[in-house]
């Protein structure tokens, strides 16, 4: 009888023998290495806000690298080149913005809908003039 913590009944000494009594000692839990994700958790804001300004980084190097592409390499590659080169860094600064300052999706949230349960349901549902009082 003598289950120990997490049993519910361990053997303690009273008076000059032994005696069982309940005990609410919960048993050691195992411990993890990894703590437990929570798939369904948003992302934090921080994380959020370092995303965004990581994307705008990029986005604006990717633009300054190509105005110094278009310049660089005016007369080597053909005039389309170089003029899209040039095009995607003048327009490339509204769009990493747009995207720097657009946040995740919220998510669709589960509306529960009211099911009758059978063994709930009156009689005879038929019968509208049928009032019951309280």
């Given at each position: ?10 053997r ?26 929570i798939?369904?958790?948003?992302v934090?804001?921080?994380e ?9 980084a ?16 005016l ?17 490339l ?12 999706p919220?998510k ?24 019951i009082e309280?």
């Amino acid at each position: 009888m003598d289950r120990g913590p997490g049993g519910g009944v361990v053997r303690v000494p009273v008076g000059g023998g032994m005696t069982f009594v309940a005990s609410s000692q919960q048993s050691p839990r195992h411990h993890r290495q990894e703590p437990v994700l929570i798939t369904e958790a948003e992302v934090s804001r921080n994380e959020q806000l370092a995303a965004r300004k990581k994307r705008y980084a990029i986005t604006m190097g990717i633009r300054a690298a190509s105005l110094i592409l278009a310049v660089l390499l005016l007369h080597v590659v053909p005039l389309w080149l170089d003029l899209g080169l040039a095009v995607l860094g003048t327009f490339l600064p509204g769009f990493a913005v747009v995207m720097a300052n657009d946040r995740p999706p919220k998510k669709k949230l589960q509306v529960n809908h009211y099911e009758p349960r059978p063994d709930r349901v009156l009689d005879n549902p038929t019968r509208p003039d049928r009032v019951i009082e309280g």
